[in-house]
């Protein structure tokens, strides 16, 4: 079986064995996605992948401008935003598409794992509300979604972080839906990610969303 779902996969400086393992993780599927879209976003060693569409960009523009391109090169009907260096459960397509028919944002439990003491399990709740969102973002961009609420909130806001519950907010806002469902994804934590950006940035950024 295979979903109307559009897989799109983000990468900036991704060791290969990563974005390997994250195929991997599409590829085991018990319900396959109609397509995945790899966006490479200038990394300074460019990978593709055989099981993707694969767009290597010339010069780097950012998580959210890339997984724009991604989706505008994506033909899905339903939406799941992945990194490359993550992983989702087997069953993660197949459990989500059991209540994406009544609700518009699908999420799921996540374990950290990567550079912690010992791998992580974050539970979340099982419907989230806008008081849910307003301390903190428990919620990854890893959530299966409708393209046309996408396209109603214009996809990601080009900021230097926080875009993603940036745009849950706006989600929930707007009165769309939000609902867990029974499967899992693999949150790595790595040494660095955006630690370029300052705490004064961050604090603007929230205060600007919030």
């Not at 849910?132 to 961009?141: A, E, I, Q, S, Y």
């Amino acid at each position: 079986m295979i979903a109307d779902l559009s897989i799109i996969c983000t990468s900036f400086n991704k060791p290969n064995e990563q974005l390997c393992e994250c195929m991997d993780s599409i590829k085991a599927q018990t319900i396959a996605p109609k397509e995945i879209i790899l966006v490479d976003d200038c990394s300074n060693e460019p990978h593709a992948h055989a099981l993707a569409i694969s767009i290597i960009l010339p010069k780097n523009v950012g998580v959210a401008k890339a997984r724009d391109i991604g989706v505008k090169m994506s033909t899905g009907k339903l939406l799941l935003f992945l990194d490359a260096d993550d992983k989702i459960a087997p069953d993660f397509i197949e459990q989500c598409g059991k209540v994406v028919n009544k609700f518009d944002v699908i999420y799921t439990n996540f374990l950290l794992f990567g550079h912690v003491e010992r791998n992580k399990l974050m539970e979340l709740p099982s419907k989230l509300k806008e008081k849910d969102l307003l301390k903190t973002c428990p919620l990854r961009v890893t959530s299966m979604i409708y393209r046309k609420m996408y396209d109603d909130l214009n996809g990601f806001k080009n900021l230097p972080v926080f875009e993603d519950w940036d745009f849950w907010l706006r989600a929930i806002r707007k009165k769309y839906t939000f609902k867990k469902a029974n499967s899992l994804f693999w949150y790595r934590q790595n040494l660095k990610s955006r630690n370029h950006v300052s705490m004064e940035q961050k604090n603007k950024v929230r205060k600007q969303i919030l």
